[in-house]
């Protein structure tokens, strides 16, 4: 059984874990909570300290622990310090990964993060009616820029999940990609997670920003990105948002501003270094290139 599941007591921890409110996991009190859902309820807030960069913290408090799921995290956290702990992660997928879904989930992470795609699909397809586990699914397909397979992981969930809120989430992703009058559809989820105080967070307020780009309401997008960067300053994905919409303005003291500050935030996001390879691309195109002037008369 899924511990996550929405008839679980672990529905409201769970579901601000998946708006990216990270800092509400933590503060979130599991004291009531009953014995069979501390060890997944501890699974949470150490994978939402890992989220919010304490990685090296988590993985010396866990060092010790020999509890598969506790392993499997300490591992996630580790290998996010920078640590190579594949083998040691297919290890214990091997051992615990049949039935064990945090193992699942954190070693399917590390697999898709260190290239090693379809170990990650296999090993994350064992699950046993997990959402978390279709979450990821979605979006390594999504990644692979498979919208189809993606649609059809989202589908078949909708089937035994019905109106869960991490089905809406992934279909929102599919949606995203898809376009169109999906867009609007995607924009009343994202609207919602950011809107609603258990699960307002810069990663949800950005993802309804990027519905709002999408649709063409920026000043709707501005709004929305200004409130996650009053929470966050520092968040990445926030500034990197903002380069966009910027962009799209027209403003570009602000966007070289926003661009520097990114740089330095985190050098290598994503979309730093997709502007780092394309700018190589293109000095290597420049390279093969000579041009001829014919002289003037």
Not at 24 to 39: G, I, K, P, R, Y
Not at 85 to 111: F, M, R, S, Y
Request: proline content about 3%.
């Amino acid at each position: 059984m899924d511990p996550y599941s929405p008839e679980g007591e672990l529905i409201n921890i769970h579901s601000a874990f998946h708006a990216g409110a990270f800092q509400q996991v933590l503060d979130f009190d599991t004291s009531s909570f009953s014995s069979a859902n501390a060890l997944p309820s501890r699974v949470l807030k150490y994978r939402s300290q890992i989220a919010l960069g304490q990685s090296k913290e988590v993985a010396a408090e866990l060092s010790s622990e020999k509890t598969p799921d506790l392993v499997a995290v300490k591992l996630l956290a580790e290998y996010d310090s920078g640590k190579d702990v594949l083998d040691t992660a297919k290890k214990l997928a091997a051992q615990h990964g049949q039935d064990n879904l945090a193992v699942q989930l954190c070693v399917g992470i590390i697999l898709e993060r260190a290239g090693e795609t379809e170990a990650a699909l296999e090993l994350l397809s064992k699950h046993q009616g997990s959402l978390d586990a279709v979450a990821l699914i979605v979006q390594i397909h999504l990644q692979q820029n498979r919208a189809d397979l993606a649609t059809k992981e989202a589908q078949r969930a909708r089937k035994w999940a019905q109106d869960s809120l991490l089905v809406n989430i992934a279909e929102s992703w599919v949606g995203m990609r898809e376009g169109g009058e999906k867009y609007q559809s995607a924009f009343y989820v994202f609207e919602e997670l950011a809107q609603t105080a258990q699960s307002q967070s810069p990663h949800s307020l950005v993802a309804q920003a990027v519905s709002e780009l999408h649709l063409g309401r920026l000043p709707e997008a501005e709004a929305a990105l200004q409130q996650a960067i009053a929470i966050d300053a520092n968040s990445a994905d926030t500034i990197a948002n903002l380069i966009v919409l910027n962009t799209l303005l027209g403003k570009k003291d602000e966007t070289a501003q926003l661009k520097a500050q990114l740089g330095k935030v985190d050098a290598q996001h994503r979309t730093v270094t997709d502007w780092r390879e394309k700018k190589d691309e293109f000095e290597k195109a420049r390279a093969k290139y000579t041009p001829k002037f014919e002289p003037a008369t």
